[in-house]
Nanobody
Framework: QVRLVESGGGSVQVGGSLTLSCAVS????????MAWFRQAPGKGREGVAA??????NESNIARGRFTISQDNAKNTLYLRMNSLKPGDTAMYYC?????????????????WGQGTQVTVSS
């Protein structure tokens, strides 16, 4: 089990950018899959982007606007978000899994951070 701590959320205007960070308590390379999920008020959790064994996978939400990356030396996962829209307003969570095919399946992630809030206003 690893401890995950997200940061970097905040309030931005439509079209703005944010970079979320997720600090991993253990070596990030010891984790097979790392991912970002989000949950808006009154809605279910949805996958944003994931990296499994170095291979990124982005959802339709993220494609073209968000980029997932990781810095192995800093044991940190990132989500760079550009062209933000009001619909991106949500709590964003970092998650870790040892399942090689976990990608955007939240039921296969067993370690979760507390989340960081992103609010996009027009």
């Amino acid at each position: 089990q690893v401890r995950l701590v997200e940061s970097g959320g905040g309030s931005v205007q439509v079209g703005g950018s944010l970079t979320l960070s997720c600090a991993v308590s253990d070596s990030i390379t010891a984790t097979v899959c790392m991912a970002w999920f989000r949950q808006a008020p009154g809605k279910g959790r949805e996958g944003v982007a994931a990296i499994c064994s170095g291979t990124p996978n982005e959802s339709n939400i993220a494609r073209g606007r968000f980029t997932i990356s990781q810095d192995n030396a800093k044991n940190t996962l990132y989500l760079r978000m550009n062209s933000l829209k009001p619909g991106d307003t949500a709590m964003y969570y970092c998650a870790a899994s040892q399942v090689p095919w976990a990608y955007l399946r939240d039921d296969l992630y067993n370690d979760w951070g507390q989340g960081t809030q992103v609010t996009v206003s027009s």
